[in-house]
């Protein structure tokens, strides 16, 4: 074997999920630099949907970026993908179930997988692909935010708008973490 040859490993698929500010793209965003220092070919993508700070760039709450590529559906990765070693998705709430068969596809090619996104909507109910992928990722992250009424972790993306539709960017003027207690009580009002 050449030294210019790659030895391909068995892909994996990296789940990092939480709430609303908990630090899921800078996590992300900080794996892909990290694979990108050990000079692996990364590609990082996001819904096309997902305007708030860029739209091309996937953006932090705390302003850390990387360039990426918006697309419009999960299964547009799998065309672009090839040739890379490391996929970055960012906000993959907002994609389709199918995004779950096409992170496999992606890993099944040997491709290490990293996918960020909210776990839970804004009425604590499952989101997205978000839960079908954290049960077949070989590494699931689970990251918090602090609740903004009493400091504990919060797991929570409460909406503060009396808006009821699934899909609603917004940052703080629309959502702020909360705990369970917090939560609760915020939802009895």
Not at 42 to 57: A, N
Not at 111 to 128: C, E, H, S, T
Not at 152 to 167: G, I, P, V
Request: aromatic share 8%; proline share 3%; with cysteine.
């Amino acid at each position: 074997m050449f030294l210019e040859e790659k030895v391909r490993t068995a892909g994996w698929i990296e789940v990092v999920s939480g709430s609303m500010f908990s630090g899921k793209t800078e996590e992300l965003i900080r794996r892909m630099k990290r694979a990108e220092i050990a000079k692996q070919k990364i590609i990082i993508f996001k819904p096309k949907v997902d305007t708030r700070y860029s739209e091309e760039m996937v953006v932090s709450h705390d302003a850390k970026s990387i360039k990426s590529i918006p697309v419009k559906k999960a299964e547009d990765i799998l065309d672009l993908a090839n040739g890379y070693e490391v996929i970055g998705i960012d906000e993959a709430q907002f994609f389709s179930d199918i995004l779950v068969e096409v992170c496999n596809r992606l890993a099944d090619r040997g491709i290490r997988v990293i996918v960020a996104g909210l776990d839970m909507d804004f009425a604590g109910k499952p989101f997205g692909p978000i839960p079908r992928l954290m049960a077949i990722a070989e590494y699931v992250s689970k990251v918090h935010a602090i609740c903004m009424r009493c400091g504990n972790l919060a797991q929570y993306s409460h909406r503060l708008s009396d808006s009821d539709k699934q899909f609603l960017l917004g940052e703080k003027d629309v959502y702020e973490p909360l705990c369970r207690k917090c939560y609760n009580e915020a939802i009895k009002k």
